[in-house]
């Protein structure tokens, strides 16, 4: 690495680190309504009239079955309500292209990845969507699916803090207060920095330039700037055009890009502090923090190192500089490494490079990212339930080794808690491995294959994982816009998001109703470099191994065969 790469990778993590702490304890006082907030003079009016039209009492609270009851429920209103806007999109307004309505397989598998947090996208934003579909259905649904993220981890927390509870919040008080409190302002601010750096927001017609070989360009408008902030703020990574954050009008400028890398991991780093301050353990939390992010900067090492070698046969005929295909040159290589690993720890999926155009170990790296769970930080609220799952499965195997009861801040990890913690891991693995069995041994599977061999392979691969895991990124050498895709991923999306929400609800009601033991000398110390080893160890113990057969059929064999100059 050059010494202007290390220079933007410190200022990188040191905003991020920086920030941790104020954004961790900004989403504790927005998930405790009890507490008071900077933001409570212009937001209070709003929150107070939304719970007396919707008649809400923000301070009843629910048990486990009826807060998962509420989450189902509003999420089978959004997907339906997204559905009808997307079908009847061309006698809506605000469509100055005159789009038709979305094709009703195409329509089933948007409107779910919108609503799990998924963001995959079968189409061609500008060519497909109208305004009016951006702004009412999409970018609705992009406040919407990380709010309910972020509620849903607040359950689990709740239920890890509290003793001997049989509530774990209120649904309805949480979701409002996450939008109103946190995802909103952020977001305008957002938008706001990303006008002032070139990013278009306006409703005009799409404009035909003529170049300057005499042809003709349309070159698209819209909305893009508010649709862009809360894209990346939640973690969402559906871009309003097709090819997101490489765009020059999503992404300008290298100020914008470092903007959009500080978004994507702000909500997920605060909410890791946000859990320490919330159990009364922050030593903990910064435990947690400093795990998944060794696992980060290990990502974006091997990422960027494989793509700064590039091709070595290019030394045979005397050319060097790295891998530049897929890329922006305003980035360059090493800002491409960055943003794709940051993308895929967490479930944004947002691209600022082809991913389908690193070379095959670079291209490895997100692949596993989403493969580990994304809970390396993670999406917004997914992260951090995910990474405490992983946490409770590192406490209970510490149990085992020294063969004792496990204990994780003072509540004993019994049958049912181990029960839904893999119940909410194993189904990502099968579900991935499943599908893409699937896909290698039918014929619409391997139709929509751009590459043959190891690459096809990993094509359909990260297909399957980044819809499980809810990112949404993809090689783009897949063709995905067909009837047996669409519905296949949109059934992924929902196993990847649903089950594994409901058993942590289930987790966080068992965990509330426990009583609290005090220490004593036989409970594992969870704040130690011993415990952020063995929490990375568990990471890659369940994600690494898991698909290890499948990563080596994949990029694995490709990078040898790469190195002998066959490619696919």
Known sequence: MQAFEWVQLTIFLS????????????????????????????FGPVERFIYRTCKIDPLAEQGWKEYLTSVLGFSLVAV?????????????????????GVAWDLNTNTSISFLTNTNWQNYGGEAVMSYFSQMAALTVQNFASPAVGLAVAATLVRGLARAASETIGNFWTDFIRICLYLLLPIAIVGAMLFMAEGVPQNFKSYVQAKTLDGGMQTIA????ASQESIKILGTNGGGFMNVNSAHPYENPTPYS?????????????????????????????????????????????????SESAGNPHWKELGLSG?????????????????????????????????????????????????ELGEVIFGGVGAGLYGILLFVILSVFIAGLVIGRTPEYLGKKIEAFDIKMTMLAILPMVLTIIGFTAWCCISAWG???????????????????SSCVGNNGSAFAGLSGNTVPYNLTQAIAMIFGRFLMIIPVIALAGSMAEKKMHPKNAGTFPVSSPIFISLLIGVIFLIGALTFLPALTLGPIVEHFLFLKGQLF
């Open 446 to 464: 391997l139709k929509g294959l751009a590459n043959q061999g190891p690459h096809g392979f990993s094509e359909m691969l990260y297909s399957y």
């Open 221 to 224: 408008q819209g909305p893009i």
């Open 257 to 305: 890009n470092l903007l959009q890398l500080v978004l994507i991991l702000l909500i997920p780093a605060g909410s890791i502090y946000y859990f320490g301050k919330a159990v009364g353990n922050i030593r903990h939390a910064w435990c947690i923090f400093a795990a998944v992010a060794a696992v980060l900067v290990a990502g974006i090492f091997i990422c960027a190192f």
């Open 80 to 100: 339906i309500v997204t559905f009808i806007l997307l079908a009847m999109q061309r006698y809506l307004p605000l469509n100055p292209q005159k789009l038709h």
């Open 15 to 42: 905003i991020v680190i920086l920030l941790t702490k104020p954004m961790g304890m900004h989403i504790y006082r927005v998930l405790h309504p009890k507490e008071k907030t900077f933001l409570d003079p212009v």
């Open 322 to 370: 790295g891998n530049w295909e897929g890329k922006e040159q305003r980035f360059g290589i090493f800002a491409s490494a960055l943003y794709a690993c940051t993308t895929t720890v967490t479930s944004c999926g947002a691209v600022n490079c082809m991913h389908d155009s690193l070379t095959p170990i670079a291209g490895l790296i997100p692949l596993l990212n989403i």
